[in-house]
């Protein structure tokens, strides 16, 4: 089976830098995928890794490692509207679909 | 830039009423995707969709559940009889190619209330 772990919630201050983990199991590894929720939103896409490293997309960064299971999204500059929930995906072995982890729920305080 | 959308926005219904969920995938899109999202709770997984048929489904998407591809440009998941714990809200979601790094592009959904 595939599951994917994160943190239930994350609170940092405006203008910092925070880090948003994700672990996962899976059978076979396709990469992992970063997605942005708010309140009442859907899920939007922000990231996708297939291979180790840093991926940089603004203010927005994903980082994974293979041979830990692990990856990692970074926020910098912080800004009240980044407040939303965070989850890490990834495709099932088939890649029919998708899974998501539980979401990270991120408070931005001024 | 192209959207998924989905109606109705909110949907109340009935214990053992039988709702249709509709989304009009991107244009272009060949993989469509029912996910629901109880309040607070991860997005989960009901069913992909690919060439006309359903590709896979999860366990929540038993008998009571059914998908359709009518017309070449809706999608639709039918909930034959509702039930309290399908209160929810259903995301349709859709994918441009196979390829597994492809983004889901999510509609904004619809919160279906089952009194």
């Known amino acids: 089976g595939q599951s994917l772990e994160q943190p239930s919630e994350v609170t940092a201050v405006e203008g910092a830098i925070v880090q948003i983990n994700c672990t996962y199991q899976?059978?076979?590894?396709?990469?992992l995928s970063w997605y942005q929720q708010h309140d009442g939103g859907a899920p939007t896409f922000l990231s996708y890794?297939?291979?180790?490293g840093l991926e940089e997309t603004g203010r927005f960064s994903s980082f994974l490692s293979r041979s830990d299971s692990y990856g990692y999204l970074l926020l910098q500059e912080l800004q009240m509207k980044d407040s939303a929930s965070y989850f890490c995906?990834?495709?099932?072995?088939?890649?029919?679909?998708?899974?998501f982890g539980a979401g990270t729920r991120l408070f931005v305080k001024a | 830039e192209p959207e998924v959308t989905q109606t109705p926005s909110h949907q109340v219904t009935q214990m053992g009423q039988e709702v249709i969920l509709r989304c009009v995938p991107i244009?272009?899109?060949?993989?469509f995707y029912w996910y629901r999202q109880i309040l607070g709770q991860k997005v989960e997984f009901l069913v992909s969709?690919?060439?006309?048929?359903?590709?896979?489904k999860s366990e929540i998407f038993d008998d009571q559940f059914s998908v359709e591809r009518p017309d070449g440009s809706n999608f639709t998941l039918k909930i034959r009889s509702t039930k309290l714990e399908d209160s929810a809200m259903y995301f349709c979601?859709?994918?441009?190619?196979?390829?597994?790094?492809?983004?889901?592009?999510f509609g904004s959904g619809t919160q279906l209330s089952v009194l």
């Open positions: 979601a859709s994918r441009k190619q196979g390829s597994l790094w492809e983004k889901l592009f």
């Open positions: 899976t059978s076979g590894f396709y990469g």
């Open positions: 890794n297939a291979l180790d």
């Open positions: 995906a990834a495709p099932s072995t088939g890649g029919f679909k998708t899974i």
């Open positions: 244009s272009n899109h060949l993989y």
């Open positions: 969709f690919y060439n006309n048929e359903i590709s896979e």
